[in-house]
């Protein structure tokens, strides 16, 4: 598949949709061979079904199997899907839940595709040993998602390019004028003007300005040989920073892999990751130089933040004191100084000036010390603080904002200036791997995917079954994923049909007979959930297994009731479709309540024997009218039973779980009836204890 035209159900406007949220019809077309469903469901008016349809049928092109080749029925559809549920609760991102559904049962003809995807399930069964209970580990990965490339790129606004060339401001504007501003300038004047309105300008030509400390122009002698790094450096920090917690955190897992030697994404070795991480910790999610990587930054932010909340804290103090000392203040005139007074040569404020200079003094000394220490100011920003207080003895203290708002704006510009030489860096770092890190962090993506599989092949205690040629099926200890799923433990079954080491007489065809309650159906589960996990190429819910590979599960569910003439019609239907050759799994529930039983049997009796004459085909039928099925057919049909030997003092039944063979088991509904007379009491009791009666 070359372009969205080839991918089914993919028309011009929909094309356009995923062109327009992967950024490019290659990046669309990928995601959709990737399996990303995911990703696809986030596309505006494209649901997760669609998503899981649109995969499947591509790769059903391509594979040349879709997922009705195996499944031939709504119920053995409807067991995959429950299947699929519980394997999904072991993913850890959103990414692994839906691409699960890319897994499924394969007929005989991709036997290689299933031992193909037997060794990868193998192989994450062992990365789920390690880190299957890893809390840590978990984590990271819940925190990986898919990268995000279509984000809003805001222009930078406090960096600008000047020149005085026109070709040079032509080619630079179109290249960069949507990220910061290129402007022409014709005189030093006009170069000052503009440079000044932005903490960083950068020029190819001085023009003679009378260049001063407080603006930031930097001179260079080719500005097209600039490289983004250089110009734009936020663009390459910034598609980091929108994805920093699904990198890092990709990053982390590998490095957890490796460290317990599992070999993962061999594409980049450890001194490269070992970079990238560094790197990014220099960064923020806002795509700003983080915290901890430059002490003067962080310094010169800190008095950024703090320089007013301080200055005027500092100014009440100062206040509070020079009221103090007022209060305190008596003086004393000597007869000299009277006599000044008196004759206009000393005037009284003068005197009381020098009264309190000293204390005046010590208190600004003490106040611009408080400010110094308390910013950690250095020696050229205590000139600021020097020139924050008036020279002249005022009351009350007031400082200049003016000299405040200057002290914050040089910060401003030392800050900015600092970070622009190590956002040029980060760039210039990061750059080298952006085409690689997608790759990767898909690579840890599709590492959860099978990593689900693990865990859930870990926590059901599941074992790879030994695929085998022809008709059979066995497994021991064989435990129904569903019954497990809701409950926790259950009783283990061994069981087998058809040709496989476990099974003496060959049969391949079964009537399972038994007591109600007994766990006939909860074993034809079990039989389906083996057939289909074994053909995705997945272990299977028992200690040791043999699965014949076949062409198809033909799975059909207990019917609800009597069936009227149409539905009666429309069942045999469905049935003839196990009529053909090829090779398959006939797995039927009680299928008798389509008719009266007399017929019903008859029916069974036929399909059985229809079944029975294709060499490739197991079947089992769960009955309670296996002596009449028996009585209507010649053919080779083993009966096994589930049997009840009682209530037990909680009134549960006391059954043997795993099913006798040539044994006709009793239905014995007379234990339920006695269950719920023990259970009722009253009127509902007499009912019950009336219908046992009927049993004595
Ligand atoms: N192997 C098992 N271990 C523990 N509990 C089981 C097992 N199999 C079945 N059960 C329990 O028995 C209940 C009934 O099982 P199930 O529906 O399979 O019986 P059934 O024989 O099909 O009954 P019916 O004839 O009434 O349809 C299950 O819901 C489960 O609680």
Sequence with gaps: MESLQDVPRIGDKTAQRFIG?????????????????????????????????????????????????????????????????????FANTGYARDKLHIYIPYPSSKINLIKQIQDTVNYYRKTADVFGKDDKFLKMLSHIKPLKSNYPSGKIRDRTILTTDENVYANLKKKYGSFVDIQIVTDSSEMLDIARGYSHAITDDYLDVDYSEDMELEYVTDLEKL??????????????????????????????????????????????????????????????????????????????????????????????KLDKCLEESKMTLSGQDMLRVMNGSMEIQDLMRKEIYQSYQSI??????????????????????????????????????????????????????????????????????????RELVYSVLDFDVGFAIGRFAREYNLEMPQLIDGAGIGFVKGSNLFLQSKYGDVTPIDYSLGKTSQNSDNNRHVLLSGVNSGGKTSMLELLAQCVILAHMGFPVPANASEIGITD???????SKGTLDAGAFESSLTDFSVVADNSSKVVLVDELESITEPGASAKIIAGILETLSENEKSMSVFVSHLSELIMENTQCDVRVDGIEAEGLDSELNLIVDRTPRQNYIAKSTPELIVERLARKASGDEQAFYKRLKYKFD
């Excluded at 061979?33 to 669609?50: H, M, P, T, V």
Aim: charged share 30%.
């Design 227 to 320: 490289q983004d790094w250089q110009i734009i450096p936020e663009k390459e920090i910034a598609f980091y920073a929108k994805n920093l917690p699904a990198i890092d955190n990709s990053l982390d897992v590998i490095q957890c892999l490796r460290s317990n030697d599992f070999n993962f994404f061999e594409q980049m070795d450890n001194k490269d990751l070992e970079i990238l991480k560094e790197t990014l910790e220099l960064i923020d999610e806002k795509g700003d130089v983080a915290t901890g990587t430059d002490p003067e930054i962080d310094r010169l932010s800190k008095i950024h933040e703090r320089i007013y909340e301080t200055v005027s804290k500092t100014v009440e103090y100062a206040n509070a």
């Design 21 to 89: 949220h992967f950024g490019s019809e290659e990046a669309a077309l990928n995601a959709i061979l990737n399996g990303d469903i995911a990703s696809i469901s986030e596309i505006e008016g494209i649901g997760q079904k669609f998503a899981i349809s649109l995969v499947h049928e591509t790769r059903g092109i391509i594979d040349g199997v879709t997922l009705t080749d195996f499944l031939k029925t709504n119920e053995a559809v409807n067991i995959y899907q429950r299947l699929l549920d519980v394997i999904k609760q």
């Design 552 to 558: 198809g599960l033909y799975y059909f569910a207990k």
């Design 364 to 437: 600004l000394e003490e106040a611009k010390d408080s400010i110094t220490n308390e910013l950690k100011l250095e020696k050229q920003e205590k000139l600021f603080v020097d020139s924050l207080f008036p020279d002249e003895i005022s009351y009350p203290i007031e400082i200049d904002d003016s000299q405040v708002n200057a002290l914050k704006q040089d910060i401003v510009r030392r800050i900015q200036k600092k970070k622009v030489d190590h956002k040029r860096q980060i760039s210039k770092t990061l750059h080298e791997y952006h085409d690689i890190i």
